[in-house]
Every structure is written in structure tokens, then in C-alpha cells.
């Protein structure tokens, strides 16, 4: 199982980061584990510039100087997870602009979307390995760690879903735990995250 864990907050203090850490080490009882850690809030992503949103438009186009690279880079971490882990905490009712940043490098017209006749179509939807002849949607599954102190965590977690579906993931769970004021993260929050843990594993397919 290939997991690629995203952070987005910015303190070594991370309610959010520490509660994805928790279910990550959870993890370490399933078969041919591999982690991968992209912490955008200590290391983010550049802001979209105007010629990237030119080469993104049109991927004729030349790219020498290689402004495409990390958008390149992280659409590769995507395909390559089975299973994605977001954890984020919610500054003055929003994301982190480090986290939005993220995400504008990853949404990219023929990498993880196309349009259609229809509409648009999402193409992270490959089947990971294990899944295919399970009785159920089988595509990519995301985790989404929401943390805050006093605002409620509903609209951030639903706009990460719409992000997610536009690229084809719409199998979302969230772990949303609010009034983390406290230095320690409560025991309902941890318990919640481990039960989630405990559903995961369960449905989770041995590999041949």
C-alpha cells in the first residue's frame, strides 16, 4: 500500500499533522507499507505564475526553464498513492494559502482533469492494486485530517471533496475535530481518528 501523507500547517505544534502521524504509525501493521510525507506548510509550493497558467493551458508549449517541474512532481505523488492522507487546520475560516497553493499545482487541465462534451472528467481514477475485484468503488481513497479551535470544520471539508471529485477521487472520509485550543489533542479527537484506523484496516485487501 503506497500512502502519501500532505501537511499543511505551518506549526511544529499541529493538531491536524499529529493526528495524520497517528494514523500513519496505525498503518505500520498493513503488508508492503511505503509513506510518502509532503509537508506543504513547512515547504510550500509557489504561487501560480502567468506563464504557468500559460503552459498549463496549452501543454504545446515550450517549458524551458521548467516552471512545470513541482506541478509535474506532485501530480506524480498522486498517481502513485493508493491512499491519500490531507491533514490541515483552518486559519481565519479557510486553508492554509499553503495548502491552496497545493492544490492549484495539482488541478491541471490533461494531468488530473479533461474536458468533455459532458463536462469534466477526473483522472485520478485508477484502480490500486488489490481492489480490482472488490464488490465496491474501488478508485483512490483520501483521509482528510481537519482540525480548528473554534470554527466549524463542514465547509472546509466540503470543499475539499469538490476539489478531489474534480479530479476523479470521490472516495473521501474526513476526521474533522474542532475546539483543539488545548495543548493536548483531546481524547475524543484521538478516539476518532483510531476508529477510523480500525475501518480502514477492515476493508483493506491483502495484496497476492
Not at 23 to 44: H, M, S, W, Y
Not at 50 to 61: H, N, P, R, V, Y
Not at 177 to 183: E, G, N, P, S, Y
Request: hydrophobic share 40%; aromatic share 6%; proline share 6%.
Amino acid at each position: 500500500m503506497r500512502v502519501l501523507a500532505v501537511t499543511a500547517s505551518v506549526s511544529d505544534c499541529s493538531r491536524s499533522k499529529s493526528l495524520l502521524l497517528r494514523f500513519v504509525e496505525g498503518l505500520r501493521t498493513a503488508e508492503n507499507l511505503e509513506v510518502k510525507i509532503r509537508d506543504v506548510g513547512k515547504t510550500p509550493p509557489p504561487h501560480l505564475t502567468e506563464l504557468q497558467l500559460k503552459l498549463f493551458a496549452d501543454s504545446t508549449l515550450p517549458d524551458p526553464e521548467g516552471v512545470c517541474s513541482i506541478s509535474n512532481e506532485l501530480i506524480e505523488e498522486l498517481r502513485w498513492a493508493d491512499v491519500i492522507l490531507i491533514s490541515t487546520p483552518i486559519y481565519n475560516w479557510a486553508i492554509p494559502s499553503t495548502l491552496k497553493c497545493w492544490i492549484d499545482q495539482v488541478v491541471r487541465l490533461n494531468h488530473t482533469f479533461i474536458t468533455t462534451p459532458t463536462g469534466i472528467d477526473g483522472l485520478l481514477q485508477e484502480v490500486p492494486k488489490g481492489w480490482e475485484n472488490r464488490n465496491y468503488n474501488t478508485k483512490k481513497r483520501v483521509i482528510l485530517f481537519v482540525s480548528s479551535g473554534l470554527t466549524p470544520a463542514e465547509h472546509i471539508t466540503r470543499y475539499l471533496r469538490s476539489v478531489l471529485k474534480f479530479i476523479g477521487i470521490t472516495r473521501v472520509q474526513s476526521v474533522d475535530c474542532v475546539h483543539l485550543m488545548q495543548d493536548n489533542i483531546p481524547e475524543e479527537a484521538k478516539q476518532l481518528c483510531d476508529e477510523t484506523l480500525v475501518t480502514f484496516l477492515k476493508n483493506q485487501p491483502k495484496e497476492d
